[in-house]
């Protein structure tokens, strides 16, 4: 197989990896904004079940809770969707990516300051109000570079997948090595693929998220 068609069967992979790596995305985004809001401010009861989570998922590697979820909870309990290999990759990583995007928004809500909300607070709006039209705004703004960077991570730890079957990326420049015996190019054009990827979106969120933050005096 010539060079050409190696790397035309590696990059029908893509769409797949882009898949794990948004759901995994929004999956912690959805679980990372009231993470971090509980954590700042809400009672310490709570404050301290985030934290417990928040180690927890960090702390486990994304491989064990993969094979966890579909091994265990999926195919020997029989519960589905965890017996997809495709659900159960994009479950673990959307359950660890939630875990950080609640650290990186809790250190952006600080960047924003208390000071926002007491005048939020000071102008007649309640609590949740001035969290959704004041607060979450700023924040977003703050956490964009650090939103960038966890972003890449996924896409680069969606490579993990592989191990469970899942047809992606890296799944294709196995089977590539496995049929052509070539070691040295299909890992190369996967590793350069990943680096387009991840490397461009990471750098302008970043440089945009800087902009911004000049601009509104953060």
Do not use: C
């Not at 590793?191 to 490397?199: D, G, K, S």
């Amino acid at each position: 197989m010539d060079p050409l068609s190696q790397l035309s069967f590696i990059l029908w992979g893509v769409p797949t990896t882009l898949a794990i790596s948004i759901l995994s995305f929004l999956s912690g985004l959805a679980l990372g904004i009231p993470l971090a809001f509980i954590r700042v401010y809400m009672g310490k009861p709570f404050q301290v079940m985030v934290d417990l989570y928040e180690k927890i998922l960090r702390g486990v590697p994304e491989i064990v809770m993969m094979l966890l979820l579909y091994f265990g909870v999926g195919l020997a309990l029989g519960l589905k969707p965890f017996d997809e290999a495709f659900f159960a990759v994009t479950f673990a990583l959307g359950l660890r990516s939630g875990a950080n995007q609640s650290q990186i928004f809790r250190g952006a809500i600080r960047g924003v300051g208390e000071s926002q909300m007491i005048a939020a607070r000071s102008l007649g709006l309640p609590t949740s109000q001035a969290i959704i039209h004041v607060m979450i705004p700023q924040t977003f703004i703050i956490a964009t570079p650090g939103l960038g960077s966890e972003y890449a991570l996924l896409i680069k730890d969606s490579a993990y997948a592989f191990i469970l079957g899942v047809l992606e990326t890296m799944k294709r420049t196995d089977i590539l090595r496995m049929t052509t015996f070539d070691t040295v190019f299909p890992y190369f054009a996967s590793a350069f693929i990943y680096i387009l990827l991840t490397f461009p979106l990471a750098t302008y969120l970043d440089m945009w998220g800087s902009r911004k933050r000049k601009e509104l005096g953060l």
